[in-house]
């Protein structure tokens, strides 16, 4: 288990880093365009279009990297006052549909990069492919469908081993 807890956590470094590369550049470019239009009455042209595809593929890449850690929002009024073997029954339902959920959503976007590229779809005003930006936002569903296998994994093991707390935490006592 330790050897998968490693890959997943591997994968989702250099995607983490390549999403903070996205924003590092959103960052350059768009105080460019705004400097331009203030001060040259000029603005850059195609900044939208690369935001828009770019902050998607910021999102997606640290997707993964953010389930790890556990810094999603979980409302957990209800859930906390269950007994434990009730929340470990939930956690694990709500892994199974949401790995599910997931990995059908990592297949199709999988499809929908390959009809991208197969017809060679450009933005409008650049005239960029938009086929990288969404494979690797494909790539990054799917290293978060590998974190939320692993978060299925974990929560079958403490459902069956009768709640007892490993070293990860979970999302309804923290």
Known sequence: MQLMKKIVNGLNIPFLKISAILILLMMFITVADVAGRYFFNRPILGVFELTRFGLGAIVCAALGFSQINKVHIAINIFVSRLPLGWQNIIETFNYLVAFITFAIVS???????????????????????????????????????????WDLVKAIYKLFSRGVEDEYSTHWNS
Request: net charge positive.
């Open 107 to 149: 297949w199709q976007m999988f499809a929908y990069t390959g009809r991208l590229y197969i017809s060679a779809q450009v933005t409008s005003v650049l005239g960029v492919s938009i086929y990288p930006f969404v494979l690797i936002s494909a790539l990054g569903v799917v290293l978060f469908t590998l974190v939320l296998l």
